[in-house]
């Protein structure tokens, strides 16, 4: 049931719950959290820099059609888990959507089996690529990574009026949370003749401290036009054998976990313990990042508002460092490890002078520096708008201040705050007024 996730995510449809089956039929994942779909261009939250690997023990080679033995190149798939590695003897049933009138007209309803998604995809940070992450494939290239490529399949493994399932949201808030809420709720009744849905209400400690709350079409019509999230959130509470427990005693087989890094950390743990128990539980996570920094998927969903509303802030620091002499605005926006939004919101804006991003390393004094970049804008302009990913300059604070790393309760590493180091640098190189 993929598809019926992707009405709302659309452009993020290769990452949805199972990119191998329909989600009736849905891989339990152990998702390599959302570590080996990171954009390649820039730091995985929870990746380490370690090289993409298959869990594969040899790439799958491709049979060439003349029938002559075929060579290794270098194609290899990054699968995930399936409730079939451990449970074998699992009945397979006919999908729902071959009943559906409206998909019935349509001649490519199911994606195939052998259907993926290349790993090397456009990158919009080109120069700063590692150089074995090339984007420009040549004849001779291996042929890379792959993912399996998300939507219905053919076959399923639950049939619908055996399905109870529940979804939980988890960690920090995210434009677009009610309305994937909304999505999988819809598409799972109107699609899939599923009726049985629950809503697990304050993140993963709701499993084991709170009532459930009853989730049918009804019940979430309006809820895209809310902002937050409408079954609430909060970080850590994850007790996995107490949250297994739970599902094993509620008779759920079909959890839906929005969240991030630390959220989908405990997606897999979850995952593992039912693959432990031997439970028909499928495992489905949804990507929640505002940073849009996952591979494969064109844009995760909270992107877009997060970059029209970071106009605001850039026009209203533009007004202001007009408005004095020698001004100048910094505007600090969300972005761990990836610069997007930093940078689509600079492109569109066109109000900007500097952009500083995580993927690309910067430096203050010195020909080239930021400093000097400064003063000739002022020079020329008399005033400059800087725009600043809250990733970025990380390691000039840090060996600055000589802190020690904090996390929060996900896991996260706690970033230290670059946008009021920089004002202060730049007050004290150029003594000037500064709109933070």
Not at 35 to 47: A, D
Not at 282 to 295: E, F, L, Q, S, Y
Not at 381 to 390: P, R, Y
Request: neutral net charge; aromatic residues 8%; charged residues 25%.
């Amino acid at each position: 049931m993929e598809s019926a996730i992707s009405s709302p995510l659309s452009t993020s449809s290769h990452l949805l719950p199972s990119p191998s089956r329909s989600l009736l039929g849905s891989r339990s994942q152990s998702f390599p959290s959302l570590q080996n779909l990171r954009h390649p261009s820039f730091k995985s939250r929870c990746f380490f820099g370690v090289p993409f690997r298959s869990r594969q023990t040899q790439p799958i080679r491709c049979q060439s059609s003349n029938q002559q033995p075929a060579k290794d190149d270098g194609f290899v798939i990054e699968d995930v888990p399936h409730l079939t590695d451990f449970l074998s003897n699992l009945p397979s049933y006919p999908n729902p959507l071959k009943q559906s009138q409206a998909y019935a007209v349509v001649k490519q309803t199911f994606v195939s089996t052998d259907d993926v998604v290349a790993q090397k995809v456009s990158d919009p940070f080109p120069r700063f690529q590692k150089r074995e992450k090339k984007v420009v494939v040549q004849k001779d290239d291996p042929r890379g990574v792959h993912f399996r490529r998300a939507g219905p399949r053919e076959k399923v493994y639950f049939k619908s009026d055996e399905v109870r399932a529940c979804i939980v949201t988890c960690g920090g808030l995210c434009p677009g949370i009610n309305t994937v809420i909304r999505e999988i709720v819809c598409g799972l009744n109107y699609m899939y003749g599923v009726e049985d849905i629950l809503g697990i209400e304050g993140g993963y400690r709701g499993f084991y401290s709170k009532n459930t709350l009853r989730l049918t079409p009804k019940v979430v019509n309006d809820i895209h036009k809310r902002g937050g999230t409408f079954l609430r959130t909060s970080r850590g509470g994850h007790d996995t054998n107490k949250i297994v427990d739970n599902i094993q005693d509620r008779g759920i087989n079909q959890v839906y976990i929005i969240g991030g890094d630390g959220t989908q950390k405990g997606a897999a743990l979850i995952y593992k313990e039912v693959e432990k128990r031997g439970l028909q539980v499928a495992v489905a996570g949804i990507p929640k990042t505002i940073d849009n920094d996952i591979a494969v998927i064109d844009k995760s969903f909270g992107f877009d508002t997060a970059v029209e509303e970071a106009q605001r802030a850039i026009n209203a620091a533009h007004v202001e460092v007009e408005s004095v002499e020698n001004g100048v605005g910094i505007v600090k926006l969300m972005g761990r490890y990836s610069g997007f939004i930093a940078l689509y919101a600079t492109l569109a804006s066109r109000d900007v002078d500097c952009c500083l991003v995580p993927e690309s390393p910067f430096y203050l004094e010195g020909q080239g520096g930021l400093f000097e970049f400064v003063e000739e804008r002022l020079k020329e302009n008399g005033h400059v708008v800087i725009v600043l990913a809250e990733g970025a300059g990380q390691e000039y604070v840090a060996q600055e201040m000589q802190v020690v790393d904090g996390k929060d309760a996900s896991g996260n590493k706690l970033l230290l705050d670059v946008g009021l180091w920089l004002t202060e640098k730049i007050k004290v190189s150029h003594k000037l007024s500064i709109i933070f």
